[in-house]
């Protein structure tokens, strides 16, 4: 490993030049540009003004390769050529069987990025090899407006260099990266194309433009018909051979429910499906959030006004999963009922996540949300209250036809689409490639 850590070092300095270079159009820019500028999600908003990170990153990249830890691989099959890199063990499972299934292949082995390295010898060894760069990294963080980026490339290079290390021992020629909303995903995949390693990219089925207007891949999975149209959008920043078009994410847990006999949900109900964001600022996660947050409670006013003004519909909140904590329950409905203005709402507490609920609410209303994608998947219909977010979706596409600015946009579609039919709803919106019958099998 040391070898590999020594060689991703290098890397890293190459692009770090390409990034002050005057070019700005190469392959090594492009993911630079991610690594340095692109925001992270693996610390906290505070994080990015403390002039001392790049030291505590240090500190937790020591402590992971000294401390005895729980393996971060989990093998499959020997003779599999294939490899998943993606976040944590927790969605092992749901990740190796949307990989398997979609892709109808066996898999080697399960890598999960956030704890590794797993090294039981060399230790020592290897933080010596890595202590000038990380020293280095550590103090230009104190002054850089990029310091939490700088910081956390001491932990990146180790662990891009355990899984080199981890496909030449096991001779691994494909990689499916399902986080490739991650900074150094870029820069990891022209360290996996030198090595020879074809990668197949997994983002989620929100909007590519959200983490991924530079890709760099060999392939990428498309989860929803938007990503087609922002393909074409990105072409100049998003270099990839091909696309493949597969189920989104979690459907093949949720989907046999809906696949025959579709369960039709009560008329007038209205459901709100929660993206958290309120609760992500009290945590004080990323503020990119902030835009979010400000559609979500808006829609939740324009939807209080409409239930009291429109006392046959149903008001049903499907909160996120991070805002079911029995320790902040009392937080949460007291949030919901200040900004909804009234008590007349439910908040339903689903098991085995939203997605089995569809058939709850007859007309979905939703801000920034994976919901979105996966309600139109299984055919029922949904809005999408976007006020702060202007630049989705895109122009001219067909999800523009579900999208409100105003309390009396939404009002119109509520009444427009209200006692209607699915079939109607998707005939006379366009959103027809949006639903199961026109993506390969679940």
């Known amino acids: 490993m040391i070898s590999e850590l020594k060689s991703v070092i290098r890397k890293y300095y190459q692009i770090e030049k390409a990034w002050r270079s005057p070019e700005k159009n190469t392959d090594e820019y492009l993911a630079a540009t991610c690594l340095f500028e692109h925001l992270s999600y693996r610390h906290l908003e505070p994080a990015k003004r403390d002039p001392l990170i790049g030291f505590r990153v240090l500190s937790m990249t020591i402590r992971r390769i000294l401390k005895p830890q729980h393996d971060a691989v989990t093998r499959f099959s020997a003779t599999s050529n294939s490899l998943v890199i993606s976040g944590t063990l927790v969605i092992q499972e749901r990740v190796t069987e949307y990989v398997r299934r979609s892709s109808h292949s066996d898999l080697h082995s399960y890598i ?33 407006s990029s310091r939490l980026n700088l910081a956390l490339t001491i932990t990146e290079v180790v662990e891009i260099a355990y899984i080199l290390d981890y496909i030449k021992q096991n001779q691994i020629s494909l990689v499916y990266d399902f986080v490739p909303y991650e900074i150094d995903s870029n820069f990891m995949y022209l360290l996996l194309r030198d090595a020879g390693i074809h990668v197949i990219k997994i983002p989620s089925s929100g909007p590519l433009s959200t983490h991924h207007r530079i890709m760099l891949s060999d392939e990428i999975v498309f989860s929803t018909p938007y990503h087609s149209e922002e393909y074409q959008k990105f072409r100049d920043t998003f270099r990839v051979q091909n696309y493949i078009l597969w189920p989104p994410e979690r459907a093949f847990q949720y989907f046999p429910k809906y696949k025959t006999n579709r369960p039709a949900a009560a008329p007038h109900t209205l459901g709100f499906y929660s993206h958290g964001e309120w609760l992500r600022r009290e945590e004080k996660h990323s503020a990119y959030g902030d835009r979010i947050r400000e559609a979500e409670e808006t829609i939740l006013k324009y939807l209080g006004v409409f239930v009291k003004s429109n006392p046959e519909y149903k008001l049903l909140i499907f909160p996120h999963p991070r805002e079911m904590r029995i320790d902040i329950s009392t937080q949460m409905n007291a949030f919901y009922r200040d900004i909804i203005a009234h008590d007349d709402f439910e908040i339903i507490a689903t098991s085995g996540g939203a997605a089995l609920s569809f058939d709850k609410a007859d007309i979905a209303i939703v801000a920034f949300s994976t919901v979105l994608y996966e309600r139109l998947f299984c055919g029922y219909k949904t809005f999408i209250g976007n006020m702060a977010i202007t630049e989705f979706p895109m122009n001219r596409n067909a999800l523009n036809n579900i999208s409100f600015h105003t309390y009396e946009g939404m009002s119109k579609l509520i009444s427009t689409y209200s006692d209607k039919d699915e079939a109607y709803f998707f005939e006379k919106t366009g959103l027809e490639p949006y639903r199961a019958a026109h993506y390969p099998e679940p």
């Open 112 to 144: 999960a990025k956030d704890v590794i390295p797993v090294m039981t010898s060399g230790k020592l060894l290897l933080i010596f090899s890595m202590l000038g760069f990380a020293l280095r990294q550590a103090f230009k963080s104190i002054f850089s």
